[in-house]
């Protein structure tokens, strides 16, 4: 049963656009992740957010940004996308960030780049 | 940091036989792993939790191995069925940080043929 909810599954735009993925949890859990997925199905982490405390993947390119209204809501922001950026992005949430926690992680956001 | 080796990338079995994936990791201090399954177009699920003290556990259909010495961990589909068809990922939490210090597998596309 989804409790990480993703919106859009899809989005296609075109190189320097800005794109915007939202990110929801009905779980209560107190922090939020971005994964990246590649064409490879390899998952990278770009962001964590707890509490307000973000922990940015240090590889993670400046065009990137997370923005959080509550703990129930961490969307991505990309400012102006490049042809690499096209991939499925996941959300995922834990209840405490702790290292012993399992994620439940949403469908993700397919997105291409033209 | 954490290095996760995830093998094979892909495996084709016959329904009803055995498929059998391993990750090896670097860190000895690694605590808690995880395998995780991904159908077509679905989420991560978690299929098992393991903690370091635990050497076999296990789950419906599939049994998870730990080897601590030799830094291995195994994933053991017994009776393969087409349900079973899917990306699999496992994954390494050091005893420290947080679950951001998660470290990914590449994945193992799985096949289960008729």
């Known amino acids: 049963e989804t409790a990480v909810f993703q919106t859009p599954n899809y989005h296609v735009t075109q190189v320097g656009n800005e794109v915007s993925f939202n990110c929801k949890q009905t779980?209560?859990?107190?922090?939020m992740y971005w994964y990246k997925q590649d064409s490879k199905k390899l998952l990278k982490i770009m962001f964590s957010?707890?509490?307000?405390?973000?922990?940015v993947n240090e590889t993670v390119p400046r065009r990137f940004s997370p923005q959080s209204s509550d703990k129930a809501h961490l969307n991505l922001r990309i400012k102006s996308v490049e042809p690499e950026d096209s991939a499925v992005y996941l959300c995922?949430?834990?209840?405490?960030?702790?290292?012993?926690?399992?994620?439940?992680f949403g469908h993700g956001t397919k997105l291409s780049v033209l | 940091g954490e290095q996760v080796e995830q093998r094979p990338p892909h495996l084709s079995v016959r329904e009803g036989d055995s498929a059998v994936i391993t990750c090896t990791y670097t860190?000895?201090?690694?605590?808690?792993f995880f395998w995780y399954k991904q159908e077509p177009g679905a989420s991560l699920q978690l299929l098992m939790k393991?903690?370091?003290?635990?050497e076999i556990n296990e789950g419906q259909g599939f049994t998870v191995l730990l080897n601590k010495k030799d830094k291995r961990l195994s994933l053991n589909l017994t009776a393969a069925h087409p349900g079973d068809s899917a990306a699999y990922f496992c994954a390494v939490s050091a005893g420290t940080g947080g679950a951001d210090r998660l470290t990914f597998g590449k994945g193992t596309q799985l096949i289960i043929q008729p």
């Open positions: 957010y707890n509490n307000k405390q973000l922990i």
């Open positions: 995922a949430s834990s209840p405490r960030g702790a290292f012993n926690e399992r994620l439940f």
């Open positions: 779980l209560g859990h107190d922090t």
């Open positions: 860190d000895p201090n690694s605590y808690y």
């Open positions: 393991v903690f370091s003290s635990t």
